[in-house]
């Protein structure tokens, strides 16, 4: 395959030939499913581990994007400049919602996911990378252990609303039916069959820490009024929320805050957090 130059500008003229292997698909469906995602979490999560050091996909990535299949979004010059990414990022291009559609039956087939890539700005993308990186660690830790990630969804498919309770003031948010918007949730499932729902909040510390505490609070009043059984939690089970924080000094404030907060004040173990201190090796 010929090399070129520019890693964001697909090139004129003839293109090497492009045959559908399940792989290919499979590739696709991780990236409609996480939005964004890295060539190094892609080879971590569909590659053995001996071969993960010699990125064998690599050259199936660039093709796929030549094709129109892969979208690599242009913002992510932006990370590259400010933050030394070292890998590429891919989402869904147009041409793979079309194999998406015809492979795996999905409805996508209409939707505009070029120009939906192309506004993408570099912080929303760096936020989805942080949730991927978090599906993709999780992956890789529980695959020796015999617990099993199942159920991971993200989006707007997984929002939904509260009723205000009287410990969220009305200035604290917008209406009597605030909205809760996790970044993804999933469940574990252990060997003996029991589970855990877990909702993420992926957080680069750009929201400031009382308007967390609020975010916090409609997860509790979400517990409490059973919202989240319409995603087949059970109502006897409830749910934790992991949150996975940038820094260390962002978690241990953020643990602080909810120590003696209300209404739970210190009597819960629904809030879980973690920090970025962990890699795909």
């Known amino acids: 395959m010929a090399t070129y130059r520019s890693k964001f500008e697909r090139p004129k003229g003839p293109l090497p030939k492009l045959q559908i292997q ?7 469906e991780l990236c409609f499913r996480h939005r964004f995602l890295t060539s190094d979490q892609l080879h971590a999560l569909l590659c053995p581990p001996e071969q993960r050091a010699n990125r064998p996909l690599r050259r199936r990535l660039q093709l796929l994007w030549l094709h ?14 400010r933050e030394g990414l070292r890998d590429v990022i891919y989402a869904l291009g147009v041409q793979g919602a079309k194999v998406l559609a015809q492979y795996r039956g999905y409805d996508i087939e209409k939707v ?17 990378l942080l949730s991927s990186q978090v599906y993709t660690c999780l992956e890789l830790a529980l695959a020796p252990t015999g617990v099993k990630l199942q159920g991971w ?3 707007r498919e997984i929002h939904d609303r509260v009723i205000r309770p009287h410990y969220i003031m009305p200035g604290e948010v ?8 996790p970044d993804a949730m999933f469940s574990l499932v252990h060997p003996d069959a029991s589970r855990q729902y877990f909702f993420l909040e992926a957080d680069l510390s750009t929201i400031r820490e009382r308007n967390m505490l609020t975010r916090f609070r ?17 109502e006897d089970h409830g749910f934790r929320v992991l949150v996975v924080s940038n820094t260390v000094a962002r978690r241990e404030n953020l643990r602080r805050l909810i120590q003696e907060a209300e209404p739970w ?3 819960t173990t629904m809030f879980w957090f973690a920090t ?6």
Request: net charge positive; proline share 4%; hydrophobic share 30%.
């Open 112 to 128: 505009r996911w070029v120009q939906k890539n192309d506004t993408t700005t570099f912080m929303f993308m760096k936020h989805a």
């Open 68 to 81: 129109g299949l892969l979208d690599r979004p242009k913002d992510q010059e932006i990370l590259r400049v």
């Open 276 to 281: 970025t201190e962990w890699s795909l090796e």
């Open 153 to 155: 969804r993200q989006g």
């Open 265 to 267: 004040r210190g009597k």
């Open 22 to 28: 399940d792989r290919d698909v499979n590739i696709l």
């Open 218 to 234: 409609k997860y509790w009043a979400y517990w409490e009024q059973g919202g989240f059984t319409r995603f087949g939690i059970p």
């Open 174 to 181: 917008k209406g009597d039916n605030p909205t809760i918007r």
